[in-house]
């Protein structure tokens, strides 16, 4: 079984409306947990941290569940420039290891 | 700031020949990555060195050796390529000793072997 699972997509939008992506990780053991944002032929970046308790960054939002493994990113107001590939992380910290998932593709449409 | 420098950018080699991809980071880092991204496969680990004068194995260590050669520096070396090397492939670094601490990336070596 893979560390992190993703639903590759991709996911067309339409500029304005709101987007979740989901991720499950496989290890309880896992602390740490991120979404990273790449364009194409870049490397990844830090999109956000998701934290136990959820944290918002404007328009973008990140909820964990620990019990059912399971890690979510809400975007809203979808902008054109927030077409990319969603990157789902987790490390268990002891380690040193970053897993990451296959990505999400995301398309905003004018 | 630097962060994360990768060369080269770009790379074609025969199959057979040797190579070797150089990353620095200016962060101060303990923790330094070796990731290649093929297209449906995500980013594999590849070796990694959580401190100076440490290297582990990741998911897909075959075909590649690693050498941290000092905090900054962690290269990686290719003995004999195959075409099943080719890929982009990503140093990353992290500083490590507490949660939440996210990897740096560099901006990658696109590598084709022929």
């Known amino acids: 079984r893979k560390e992190v699972e993703q639903d590759p997509g991709p996911f067309n939008v339409p500029e304005g409306a709101t987007v979740a992506f989901n991720c499950t990780y496989s290890n309880s053991a896992s602390q740490s947990f991120f979404w990273y944002r790449q364009d194409c032929r870049k490397e990844p970046k830090l999109l956000m941290s998701?934290?136990?308790s959820g944290n918002e960054d404007g328009r973008f939002t990140a909820q964990l569940n620990r019990a059912s493994q399971y890690i979510s990113l809400l975007i809203r107001d979808s902008k054109l420039s927030d077409s990319a590939t969603y990157l789902c992380v987790v490390n268990r910290n002891t380690g040193n290891q970053f897993y990451f998932g296959t990505g999400t593709s995301l398309t905003v449409i004018p | 700031n630097a962060g994360v420098t990768q060369t080269p950018k770009f790379q074609v080699l025969k199959t057979g020949q040797s190579m070797t991809l150089q990353c620095a980071q200016d962060m101060n880092h303990n923790s330094m990555y070796w990731y290649r991204q093929d297209p449906g496969m995500g980013l594999r680990l590849i070796y990694y060195s959580a401190s100076e004068g440490t290297t582990d194995k990741g998911e897909v260590p075959n075909g590649y050796n690693v050498s941290r050669l000092n905090k900054r520096e962690f290269s990686l070396r290719l003995e004999s390529a195959a075409p099943s090397q080719t890929s982009v492939y990503f140093c990353?670094?992290?500083?490590?000793?507490?949660?939440?601490?996210?990897?740096?990336f560099g901006q990658g070596t696109r590598l084709t072997v022929v």
């Open positions: 998701v934290y136990s």
């Open positions: 990353a670094s992290s500083h490590q000793t507490s949660a939440n601490t996210e990897a740096f």
